[in-house]
């Protein structure tokens, strides 16, 4: 695997790495909406509810009142405090998530029509004097059957929100958990590629480097004997296997200008025989021209200057 590719191998792995740290951000971003948009959602439900349970029981105070005689507009009255219920419904409604919610939501209505219709049969049966039947109905009818159903129905979709907040609670925990572990992962899967980055280039990038300038140095020095690693397949094996190739070639002409320069054994044998015979002949001149100064003897000299 050559430089490029060892390069590339890496950075990619960095960038697959920050891209699924990127996308698990964002999925646990839009898990933790997701899971805090129901949970506001369930508690609107509960307040809903609760509202619909209160309002409902406060009405029903002015059917005792009716019934006692004590508020001449009691029906009237019921029926106003009553008023604000239906959109209350229309709203818990829209907040239904599945099939159970929305036959809770059933429950509590028919429970709650029941409640009326009850009330309203209490109010015609005191303003048509029939007191006694009234109160009957309303302690024997309304008060043991219907207002406790209602008041059930009630309670038990209070309570199944609460059990679905947990179920939530669970599963943002759960959520999480799991986002946890998946950056951890990916964290340290950083963290190693930082880590295996820097030793590549610290060993494949970095070294060759360092020693690609000791050995031109060296050869600046006027040492040729300097080689780098030719057996590497990357780029620096190319780049090392030139360089050899330069220092053999620079070698080689300093050699043969060497040995272009040096005299040959012929041409030595020459000078130094010439040399030693005109030594020779100046030592021989010198000695005659003694014993001719000394004999007095022209013609001897003369035969040997022929």
């Known amino acids: 695997m050559n430089l490029k590719q060892k390069l590339l191998t890496t950075f990619g792995g960095l960038a697959l790495l920050t891209i699924t740290t990127a996308g698990m951000s964002a999925w646990t971003i839009r898990q933790w909406q997701a899971t805090n948009a129901q949970m506001q959602e369930h508690f609107q439900r509960s307040l809903i509810v609760k509202q619909i349970q209160g309002t409902t029981l406060g009405a029903f105070r002015e059917v005792y009142d009716g ?71 309303l302690d024997q009818e309304l008060e043991e059957a219907v207002l406790n159903r209602f008041q059930t ?98 070698a080689y002409r300093e050699q043969a200008a060497g040995l272009a320069a040096m005299p040959t054994s012929s041409s030595l044998n020459d000078s130094s025989s010439k040399v030693t015979l005109h030594q020779l002949l100046s030592q021989l001149r010198s000695r005659i021209s003694q014993l001719t100064s000394e004999q007095n003897t022209p013609e001897i000299t003369s035969q040997l200057d022929t």
């Open 67 to 137: 019934v006692r005689g004590e508020d001449s507009d009691s029906r009237q009255e019921f029926a106003e405090l009553l008023a604000p219920i239906t959109p209350e419904f229309k709203k818990w409604e829209e907040l239904a998530h599945n099939e159970q919610e929305r036959q809770q939501i059933q429950a509590v209505r028919q429970a709650h029509n029941a409640l009326v219709q009850k009330a309203d049969q209490i109010f015609a049966l005191a303003q048509s004097g029939q007191q006694t039947t009234a109160i009957a109905m």
């Open 153 to 250: 129905a009630t309670d038990q979709a209070i309570a199944s929100d609460i059990e679905n907040r947990q179920v939530i609670l669970e599963r943002v925990d759960q959520t999480r958990r799991t986002a946890q572990i998946a950056l951890s992962i990916a964290a340290f899967a950083t963290l190693s590629l930082v880590l295996l980055l820097f030793a590549y280039l610290s060993s494949d990038l970095f070294s060759p480097l360092r020693d690609v300038k000791q050995a031109l140095e060296g050869v600046n020095r006027g040492d040729l004997q300097q080689r780098l690693d030719s057996e590497r397949l990357d780029e620096f094996g190319e780049i090392n296997r030139v360089f050899n190739q330069m220092v053999e070639t620079i």
